[in-house]
Nanobody, 119 residues
Framework: QVQLVESGGGLVQPGGSLRLSCAASGFIFSRYYMIWVRQAPGKGPEWVSGISTGGISTRYADSVKGRFTISRDNAKNTLYLQMNSLKPEDTALYYC????????????WGQGTQVTVSS
C-alpha cells in the first residue's frame, strides 16, 4: 500500500533552517509528481511546493519562494523540503503528498511533521 512518512520537523528560532524528508513506499515514486502542503492552526491546507517526476521542474507558493527548496532522490524514494530563513508564520503541520495530475489534487498524504518557528 502507498505510504508517505515525513520527518525532520521541530522547534526552530526565526531565521533558522530545517530540512524535511518524506520517505515513500508502495508505489513507483519516480513516476509521480510530488508536493508539500502545510496546515497552520485554525487554517485550511496551503499548497507549498511541487516537483516534477525527474526533479527538473519545481514550483513554489509566493509565501515561501526564495526561502524553501524542494528536491527529490528517486533512487532513495525520498522527497525533501529545505526550509531557510524561517518565519513564525511558517509554523504548521507539513505534509508530503502524491499529486498524480500535478494540479494540487493529491490522492495520498503522509501523517505530517510539525514545524514550529518561535523564539
Amino acid at each position: 500500500q502507498v505510504q508517505l512518512v515525513e520527518s525532520g520537523g521541530g522547534l526552530v528560532q526565526p531565521g533558522g533552517s530545517l530540512r524535511l524528508s518524506c520517505a515513500a513506499s508502495g508505489f513507483i515514486f519516480s513516476r509521480y509528481y510530488m508536493i508539500w502542503v502545510r496546515q497552520a492552526p485554525g487554517k485550511g491546507p496551503e499548497w507549498v511546493s511541487g516537483i516534477s517526476t525527474g526533479g527538473i521542474s519545481t514550483r513554489y507558493a509566493d509565501s515561501v519562494k526564495g526561502r524553501f527548496t524542494i528536491s527529490r532522490d528517486n533512487a532513495k524514494n525520498t522527497l525533501y523540503l529545505q526550509m531557510n530563513s524561517l518565519k513564525p508564520e511558517d509554523t504548521a503541520l507539513y505534509y508530503c503528498a502524491r499529486d498524480p495530475s500535478g494540479t494540487g489534487d493529491p490522492d495520498y498524504w503522509g501523517q505530517g511533521t510539525q514545524v514550529t518557528v518561535s523564539s
